[in-house]
């Protein structure tokens, strides 16, 4: 488990009369083992605000620590191992690749990893059963549902044993079934551990979160 804790952090892009500011002074902690949502209006910062947490976009002010590591204070090249290590990402619109099986786009965070093939093989396979998608490893994701797109995309994300899931809009493109699917499937894995940011528009999604942070305009006004 990780715990993720934010101070000050500032985003700002352009310069002079022309500056726009997507985030301004946000702070926060976020507990290891914590399932936290990030909401607001659109536009209003929580994208950019995740893609600092991935360690993605460096911000312009502020510190993001994850346990004692300062993220921003790292190397690029550690910073990368930083996000293969410690952070699995989740997105609305899956990016998998579309001539890979189920299984070989599952595999792909672990291409960089020293481990033997047999055994990122094991891995992915293990991770797949644990979506729900056992069996159906040689499916191009062309073959497969929205609803099992996004359980091979969990399966990538978690495939490494990551302390930190961030997900964006994980179930903007599902039914209301598969979004509550999907969501207990998260509740199971933060149950075992994993510390969970999601950003979310859906109150549906929000109820199953420990806690809600709401941006806006770029600021983080207040916890509830």
Known sequence: MSSITARQLGKSYGRGAGTVHALSDVSFTINSGEFVGIMGESGAGKSTLLSILGAMNTPSTGTLKVDDIDVYDLRSEQRADFRREFLGFVFQSFYLIPYLTLLENVMLPLAAVRMAASEKRHRAL???????????????????????????????????????????????????????????????????????????????????????????????????
């Open 126 to 224: 293990a991770a797949l059963e644990r979506v729900g998608l056992g069996g159906k490893e040689a499916r191009l994701p062309g073959e497969a549902s929205g609803g099992e797109k996004e359980r091979c995309a969990i399966a990538r994300a978690i495939v490494n044993a990551p302390p930190v899931l961030l997900a964006d809009e994980p179930t903007g493109n599902l039914d209301t079934r598969t979004t509550d699917a999907v969501m207990d499937l998260f509740a199971d894995l933060n149950g075992e551990g994993m510390t969970i940011v999601m950003v979310t528009h859906s109150h549906r999604c929000a109820a199953h979160v420990h806690r809600v942070l709401t941006v806006s305009d770029g600021r983080m006004p207040e916890e509830r």
